[in-house]
């Protein structure tokens, strides 16, 4: 457990640093660039993001299952060439469509570039699937804080010399250069001393990650489409301008959800260790993590209202001023992302993802018909609207109807029940006793 929490530790203080670079960085571009610039950057981010939509047919939590069965450094080769085939027939395709279509310069050549970086990162991404899957994300950390603190400085830098926006998507690439450089000599000085790296291409491993990743992979595109769907439905709908707003909204939620993501790498491995030891240990722990999750963030959502209703305009300028109430409505959103953060996590190694895919594409469905309906009478606060009643349904209450997915229903409902602290407790108390006896 020390271990788990000393990973989500170096995670945690990821995310932190990261975000305190963009608040800083991010408020002076949002600020300069205004909500026209920024939101025509922040429109071409969420068209590129649907790329993803290629790299998750190998699924991060299925991958992790067969670094146990196969030689780790083969996984890892196929992953980065698979992804990084992806990213360059992505990077085809925007350039002819856009030279087709006569997109805007300063537009065509924002997707452009983030192609690029797309490109570069896919280059390691099976590296860091490893690191996290030996809990090793230390070394992940420190090179990523080095490398943000370098990008994120120059653009600093072009921002106060007064260059174009197009200027954050060069940067972003040649940060992404270095750390694909590093990564990989880092790579090899930790885990290929003893071992002999695997350079062959195996269409066998491929095949079978795609086929166990594969309603993983459904799913994602539902969730992919009413995460960004808000963005390029207020881009089409109104403008670039209430994209901006949107963002800045969107880039204080980030904030809040900061917690999910570290404790949902961490705590894989130990679920899955559990899983296949004792299902009564797994079903214990499963509750206990997700009550504190819950828990945490019924607390953190509201305290972060507060703030941001406190601090918004001494940050932000005054075009910017609906991100405060887009955003209280967004984080009904994220605690309900909270109370379902382990749901991936259980399905996948249940092996019963078939069915939450149609609860996500009925989500999606849901998240389009609602955002046509929302945007239309409320602008930018119609969007958030939309994906908080779609995360409430597709990540809480359909999960009743589903007879595989009663389980973690139930666990999820249980955890909103703050009077289960005191057995939660005392339910940890004793895995640790536990734990300390057999060392």
């Not at 990564?183 to 090899?188: F, P």
């Not at 209202?305 to 932000?316: N, S």
Request: with cysteine; aromatic share 16%; glycine share 4%.
């Amino acid at each position: 457990m020390k271990k788990i929490l000393k990973n989500i530790g170096w995670l945690l203080f990821d995310k932190v640093f990261i975000l305190i670079l963009q608040f800083f960085i991010g408020v002076k571009i949002a600020n300069y660039y205004g909500s026209d610039n920024f939101g025509m950057y922040n429109y071409a981010m969420s068209i590129i993001a649907f790329s993803s939509i290629l790299f998750e047919l190998l699924n991060d939590r299925v991958i992790k299952k067969f670094f146990e069965d196969q030689k780790f450094s083969l996984v890892v080769f196929n992953i980065n060439i698979f992804r990084n085939f992806m990213a360059i027939l992505i990077l085809g395709f925007t350039i002819i469509v856009g030279f087709i279509l006569k997109l805007p310069a300063l537009f065509y050549y924002t997707l452009i570039f983030l192609c690029i970086d797309n490109l570069l990162i896919t280059s390691t991404q099976g590296i860091e699937i490893y690191f996290d899957y030996k809990l090793n994300s230390k070394n992940l950390v420190i090179l990523n804080n080095i490398v943000k603190l370098i990008s994120y400085s120059l653009q600093y830098i072009c921002v106060i010399l007064g260059y174009s926006i197009l200027i954050i998507p060069i940067i972003r690439c040649l940060g992404s250069f270095l750390r694909l450089v590093i990564l990989k000599y880092m790579y090899r000085r930790l885990y290929l001393k003893k071992e002999k790296e695997s350079l062959k291409f195996d269409y066998i491993i491929l095949k079978n990650i795609i086929k166990e990743s594969f309603f993983l992979w459904l799913t994602f595109i539902g969730f992919l489409i009413y995460t960004q769907t808000d963005k390029i439905m207020l881009g089409s709908m109104l403008g670039n301008k209430e994209v901006g707003v949107y963002s800045i909204a969107g880039n204080l939620m980030q904030v809040l959800i900061i917690l999910i993501t570290p404790v949902q790498i961490s705590i894989f491995p130990k679920m899955l260790e559990l899983y296949r030891k004792n299902y009564k240990e797994y079903h214990n722990f499963y509750f206990n993590v997700n009550f504190i999750i819950t828990q945490s963030y019924l607390f953190l959502s509201i305290l972060s209202i507060i703030v941001v209703k406190i601090l918004f305009l001494k940050i932000f300028s005054i075009e910017y001023i609906l991100a405060i109430p887009t955003y209280t409505i967004l984080t009904v959103s994220v605690f309900f992302r909270a109370n379902g953060a382990l749901q991936t996590t259980h399905v996948t190694i249940k092996n019963i993802t078939k069915k939450i895919f149609y609860k996500t594409m009925t989500g999606s469905m849901i998240n389009i018909v609602l955002n046509y309906i929302f945007i239309k009478a409320y602008g930018v606060i119609g969007a958030a609207l939309s994906t908080a009643i779609a995360h409430f349904l597709t990540l809480f209450v359909m999960d009743f109807f589903i007879k595989e997915y009663r389980e973690q229903a139930w666990i999820q409902l249980k955890s909103l029940n703050p009077f289960y602290f005191k057995s939660v407790l005392r339910s940890i108390q004793i895995g640790n006793k536990k734990g300390n006896e057999k060392l």
